[in-house]
């Protein structure tokens, strides 16, 4: 006997977008975009000025609601706060507050474990090779600390998916 083993059902994509479409007035930002990401997949978004790369970013995280079409994430509706992490285009910070008074202030807003939070601050504060500058404002932060700062505080849930706007 030949025994054959059980299929696995096909894993859903991590990110699908099916015919978004959005506009401001007469312009057409989104004229039915579409696209699936697997998981542990990386796309990048390529195209000049006002192509729409910014306002489809905006539809996923739901800064926008788009006109018509869908969008979801691992097999459910609209990714949740907690498995998206958002880098936006514009630096997120506030000037007066420390590197670690953000990454506390986010680890509450994003959900993370009380029990976790140190270790997860900790670990940002690593990543973001900030350790030495955790306690000073970020207005005395140079851009780039700052950008690492921002992603640090993006990805401080640990989100499944991520988003970076103008990354560079």
Same mark, same amino acid.
């Given at each position: 006997?030949?025994?054959?083993?059980?299929?696995?059902?096909?894993?859903?994509?991590?990110?699908?977008?099916?015919?978004?479409?959005?506009?401001?007035?007469?312009?057409?930002?989104?004229?039915?975009?579409?696209?699936?990401?697997?998981?542990?997949?990386?796309?990048?978004?390529?195209?000049?000025?006002?192509?729409?790369?910014?306002?489809?970013?905006?539809?996923?995280?739901?800064?926008?609601?788009?006109?018509?079409?869908?969008?979801?994430?691992?097999?459910?509706?609209?990714?949740?706060?907690?498995?998206? !992490?958002?880098?936006?285009?514009?630096?997120? +910070?506030?000037?007066?507050?420390?590197? %670690?008074?953000? &990454? /506390?202030?986010?680890?509450?807003?994003?959900?993370?474990?009380?029990?976790?939070?140190?270790?997860?601050?900790?670990?940002?504060?690593?990543?973001?090779?900030?350790?030495?500058?955790?306690?000073?404002?970020?207005?005395?932060?140079? !851009?780039?600390?700052?950008?690492?700062?921002? +992603?640090?505080?993006?990805?401080?849930? %640990?989100?499944? &998916? /991520?988003?970076?706007?103008?990354?560079?």
């Amino acid at each position: 006997d030949l025994e054959v083993p059980p299929s696995s059902p096909p894993s859903s994509p991590a990110l699908r977008v099916q015919g978004v479409r959005k506009s401001f007035g007469k312009v057409t930002a989104l004229a039915g975009v579409d696209l699936e990401l697997g998981g542990g997949e990386w796309i990048a978004l390529l195209g000049p000025n006002g192509a729409g790369k910014t306002t489809l970013m905006r539809c996923i995280a739901g800064l926008l609601q788009e006109d018509s079409g869908t969008i979801s994430a691992f097999g459910g509706g609209r990714p949740t706060a907690g498995d998206l !992490g958002f880098v936006p285009q514009q630096i997120a +910070l506030h000037e007066t507050m420390t590197a %670690r008074e953000h &990454l /506390l202030n986010y680890s509450d807003l994003l959900g993370v474990a009380r029990r976790d939070r140190a270790d997860r601050v900790k670990w940002a504060l690593s990543f973001s090779q900030l350790e030495d500058r955790a306690d000073d404002q970020v207005r005395h932060y140079s !851009g780039g600390m700052q950008r690492r700062l921002n +992603l640090a505080v993006s990805i401080l849930h %640990r989100p499944r &998916l /991520l988003l970076l706007d103008e990354p560079t």
